[in-house]
């Protein structure tokens, strides 16, 4: 199975003498349109304005190019055919047109059965998949129990008058409010010593459950599947958001934070599979790879193995 895609980043190695046993992501990717069967979509935000508005290093824009890249010379092991439905661009200044075109692209991907898989760009990333997944969500349920699993360093709870990489989740919480849904945010691998005593109050005034990162070594696995299969069980959907800074910056590089302690890739990489063991994904992406950063593309390479762990 060949595919002759017009994005250049869909190329890599062919083993054509092995047959279709040795197929790598490249060859089974194909261009989303709304006819197609159900399957998996990518869809990248490119952006640098979030990060930018938050004070940190910019260059998360090339991020979907970077994880479309390290994704093509994967060897593939799914079923579901996957769709890359292309990026939407921030243009100039204007983040918060970029959310909302790319939070109806969401929407409508969902609406056509598909489990959207995003691409960042920064974390503002994640209150656009999340408004595209209770907008369709509130289609077919008046108030849809969705739960938020975020692996991240930072809570991203601050209040500012504009979005940004920093804001999504407080976003999130204030949507819930005025659409009368229940804010559940859990948050995998927050850094004491990279929030500030404001965001953890704000964090236990919103009720959010969390894990610090020395809490969540391999050793402590099974009380960490516990806590995590105790939010699942209290929810209907789940969007799953996964922030390559939640990794030790000796794993993951290329973010704009990079983290002195983080929390080890078989850590993260299990604590994903077994969220989407549960059958409740509906939605999931990756955010804060800054290419321009990275070290022999290892983020971007982590990133891409983690979007592979989501793909059925």
């Not at 709304?34 to 938050?54: F, K, Y």
Request: glycine residues 10%; proline residues 4%; hydrophobic residues 40%.
């Amino acid at each position: 199975m060949t595919a002759h895609l017009p994005m250049p980043e869909w190329q890599g190695r062919i083993d054509a003498g092995e047959g279709s046993s040795a197929l790598r992501w490249h060859q089974w990717v194909r261009p989303y349109s709304s006819a197609q069967a159900p399957g998996t979509a990518l869809i990248g935000l490119a952006c640098d304005e979030g990060v930018t508005r938050n004070q940190g290093r910019s260059g998360a824009r090339q991020g979907p190019p970077a994880l479309r890249k390290a994704l093509a010379n994967l060897a593939w092991r799914g079923q579901r055919v996957v769709y890359d439905s292309g990026d939407i661009a921030c243009t100039g200044s204007d983040l918060e047109g970029a959310q909302q075109a790319y939070a109806q692209r969401v929407n409508e991907l969902l609406d056509h059965g598909h489990l959207p898989l995003g691409l960042g760009g920064g974390h503002e990333i994640a209150y656009a998949s999340f408004l595209g997944l209770a907008e369709h969500l509130r289609k077919h349920e008046a108030s849809p129990r969705v739960g938020v699993l975020n692996f991240d360093a930072h809570f991203d709870l601050r209040h500012a008058e504009k979005s940004s990489s920093g804001t999504p989740f407080r976003q999130i919480a204030e949507y819930c409010e005025q659409a009368g849904m229940v804010f559940d945010y859990c948050c995998l691998g927050v850094s004491e010593l990279n929030n500030t005593q404001a965001l953890f109050d704000q964090a236990d005034r919103l009720n959010v459950r969390y894990r610090l990162d020395r809490q969540m070594q391999p050793w402590n696995v099974a009380a960490i599947e516990a806590f995590v299969d105790a939010f699942l069980g209290g929810i209907d959907h789940l969007y799953m958001t996964i922030c390559l800074d939640v990794l030790p910056a000796s794993q993951a590089p290329g973010v704009s934070a990079p983290s002195a302690h983080g929390v080890d890739l078989m850590v993260v990489e299990h604590l994903v599979r077994h969220a989407k063991a549960s059958g409740k994904l509906r939605m999931a992406d990756i955010a804060e790879l800054n290419p321009g950063l990275d070290q022999d593309q290892r983020t971007a390479r982590i990133g891409a193995r983690l979007l592979a762990s989501l793909v059925d």
